[in-house]
Every structure is written in structure tokens, then in C-alpha cells.
């Protein structure tokens, strides 16, 4: 018998990979560990329609490991995992569903600790806490997330030769939502020149208004000819076709998987454009919940998310050092933690 899933986990280094099933919910659910070596595992809870059980598998796996990675190139005592319910939120979705998921997490004694994500919110995560602790179910890590993008780009400015003045520097934020929202309310009180787009207009029309931004059409947000090109909203944004038409000189945003393939980091620097890699610019909302964990203040998270400027200009020092991109860069630096000898 060939063992397709265990040679996945092999190769993709995972540790562990929980299929449960409830009789009485027709819960069917995974917890993925990636590497614990820094610390327990945090990640989503996602809960999705999806196609298939490779689908559910593939994309716990694959959200696992970024979470891997962001934790070590974050400096956080974290390891990378991830859960997924195989379901349709709006009609699966029970309190006795959530209270089963949640006593299979249970059964990882704390090495796995939850957070919501597409398809479960705060309150789900209460539930599933009454069964399972720690669970992250306090605070939105969303405006640290996007403060720690304001740092990654205030950082790329200076690696260009700029002094880190946001002033008249002209952003794309690709996605109104909690962290585009949030990025692009930083940038203003910056004033920085703003484009917004968001796929639900009434979303991009609100943030605009409230920012004093320009709303563009969506289709083409990604090819904007921009200083900086914030990707907020799904993954994917860089592939063949618009490695070819981008118009920025930056990509640095809050989305997680900007590149399609791992090739495009290289394709990015030869085109001349500074990609900051998404894992390490987009991890301030972790920082804030591994500080919340810690029973910490926000002064003291905030301090710690702005920070992130220095890890993204470190990245690029090492990655113009090297010869490299500084998702290379980067993905050396995160696995230096995680293997150092
Ligand atoms: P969200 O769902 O609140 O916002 C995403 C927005 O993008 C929505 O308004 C949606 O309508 C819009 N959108 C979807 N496709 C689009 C397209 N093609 N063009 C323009 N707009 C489009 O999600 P969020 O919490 O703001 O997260 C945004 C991204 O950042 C996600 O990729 C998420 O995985 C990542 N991320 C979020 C956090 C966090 O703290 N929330 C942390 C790290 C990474």
C-alpha cells in the first residue's frame, strides 16, 4: 500500500496530523502540527465547505507550516498549526459541534491553541475554549497586524532610499477589511496618498470615505501604478500574469501567500520590485496574541509589532548581503531558529 498522506507529512516536515469524527455532531475536523520546537502551536480554527478531504488536508497543511515560519522569523516562542472543520458555517455550525472540536483539542494537552478564522469568529472560539484551553478568544488581532505592515513599509522605503516619511507616498490597499481598514486608516494619519479596493464596494467606499481615499475597480488594483502595492486580501496576488504588469516599486501588505509559486520571489527582484515576505511582515497580530497568552498590556504588544520594521529591514540587509530575495532571506533566518545547529 503506498502512504501518500504520511509521505506529505514527511516531506513537508509535519509532526502531526489529528482526523477526529463525532457521531452524535458529524463533526469532521483535523488539528495539524507542523513543529513545535519553539513552543505550542497557534493557528486558525477554519471552517469551510470543502470540496474533498485532500482539500481540508492540503490547506490545514499548508496553513501549519506559514504558521511555522512566522512565529520563528517573528522571534515568538510559538510553534505552527493549524484546524480545519469540514462544513458550511452557516448551516453546520452548532454550539455541540464547536464543544467537539473542542474536547479533541483538548486531547493535545495545550499543544495546540486555537484562534478564529474564516468561518468561525471570537464567540465560537468561547465555546470551543469551555472544552479546551488556552484558546486565543480575547481581542481582534487585526489593527496589529496592520501596524506592523505601517513599520514592513516604512522599512522597504528606507531600503529604497527613502527616510521612512509616508508622506505623498502613494499605496494600494487591495482589501477594505479588518486589516485593510486598519492599514489604510494608519497610512492617512500618515498622509500618505491612498488608493483602496475591496471586491464589496459599499466596503471600499466606507473605508475611502473615512480616509479620504480613492476607490479603484478591483480588477485591476493590482496593476496600479503605485509607490506601494498592500495586498490585504486574498492570497495568490503575484502570478505569472501580473509579475509581468505590476506598476509598483514595493509589495508589502497583510495578506498571507502573496506569491503563487515559490519562484516568483526571484522573478520580483529581477523585475526590481522589493517583495517584503509576507510571513515576516504580516505577523504582528501573532505577536499580539502570543503577548495576550502571556497575560501582557497592549502598550507592551504594540511596542514589540513595531519591531517589525527592524525584522523586514534586517531580511533585506541579509538578503542584499546574500545575493538573494528576502523571502530567501527570510526562510534562512526562520529556520536558523527552528534548527540552529
Ligand atoms: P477580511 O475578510 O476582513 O478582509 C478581506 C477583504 O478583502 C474583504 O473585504 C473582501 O471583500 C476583500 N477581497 C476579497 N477578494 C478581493 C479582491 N480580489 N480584491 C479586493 N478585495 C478583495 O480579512 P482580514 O482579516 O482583513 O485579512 C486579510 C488578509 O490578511 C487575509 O489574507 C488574512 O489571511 C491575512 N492576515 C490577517 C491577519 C489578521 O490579523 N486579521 C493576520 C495575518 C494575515
Known amino acids: 500500500m503506498t502512504s501518500t498522506i504520511f509521505e506529505r507529512l514527511r516531506s513537508g516536515g509535519f509532526e502531526q496530523?489529528?482526523?477526529?469524527?463525532?457521531?452524535?455532531?458529524?463533526?469532521r475536523s483535523l488539528v495539524v502540527s507542523h513543529d513545535t520546537t519553539l513552543g505550542p502551536a497557534l493557528g486558525g480554527v477554519r471552517m469551510y465547505p470543502y470540496e474533498d478531504e485532500t482539500a481540508a488536508l492540503e490547506d490545514g497543511l499548508r496553513l501549519a507550516q506559514a504558521m511555522t515560519l512566522k512565529a520563528a522569523a517573528a522571534g515568538l516562542d510559538l510553534g505552527g498549526g493549524w484546524s480545519v472543520i469540514i462544513g458550511d458555517p452557516a448551516r453546520d455550525k452548532t454550539e455541540a459541534l464547536l464543544r467537539a472540536h473542542g474536547r479533541f483539542i483538548a486531547t493535545l494537552g495545550g499543544r495546540f491553541i486555537p484562534v478564529n478564522d474564516v468561518g468561525t469568529t471570537q464567540a465560537d472560539l468561547k465555546v470551543i475554549g469551555t472544552e479546551a484551553a488556552p484558546v486565543c478568544a480575547d481581542g481582534d488581532p487585526s489593527p496589529m497586524t496592520a501596524l506592523g505592515v505601517l513599520e514592513g513599509i516604512r522599512a522597504c522605503l528606507r531600503a529604497t532610499g527613502g527616510d521612512g516619511d509616508l508622506r505623498g507616498v502613494r499605496v494600494c490597499v487591495q482589501g477594505a477589511g479588518n486589516v485593510g481598514a486598519a492599514l489604510a486608516r494608519l497610512l492617512a494619519a500618515e498622509s500618505a496618498e491612498l488608493l483602496v479596493s475591496d471586491t464589496n464596494a459599499r466596503r471600499a467606499d466606507a473605508v475611502a470615505q473615512t480616509v479620504g481615499a480613492r476607490v479603484i475597480d478591483p480588477a485591476t488594483a493590482v496593476v496600479a501604478e503605485c509607490d506601494v502595492l498592500a495586498p490585504c486580501a486574498l492570497g495568490g496576488v503575484v502570478d505569472d500574469r501580473t509579475l509581468q504588469e505590476l506598476r509598483c516599486r514595493i509589495i508589502a501588505g497583510g495578506a498571507n501567500n502573496v506569491l503563487a509559486a515559490p519562484g516568483h520571489a526571484a522573478a520580483l527582484e529581477a523585475r526590481g520590485?522589493?517583495?517584503a515576505p509576507d510571513f515576516c511582515v504580516n505577523a504582528g497580530g501573532l505577536i499580539f496574541l502570543e503577548e495576550r497568552l502571556l497575560g501582557h498590556d497592549n502598550a507592551r504588544a504594540e511596542h514589540r509589532v513595531r519591531?517589525?520594521?527592524?525584522?523586514?529591514?534586517?531580511?533585506?540587509e541579509h538578503a542584499r548581503r546574500s545575493g538573494v530575495s528576502p523571502t530567501e532571506a527570510a526562510l534562512s533566518l526562520a529556520r536558523a531558529r527552528l534548527r540552529p545547529h
Open 273 to 275: 520590485i522589493l517583495y
Open 307 to 316: 519591531q517589525v520594521g527592524e525584522r523586514v529591514a534586517t531580511v533585506i
Open 17 to 27: 496530523a489529528l482526523f477526529s469524527h463525532d457521531t452524535e455532531t458529524g463533526l
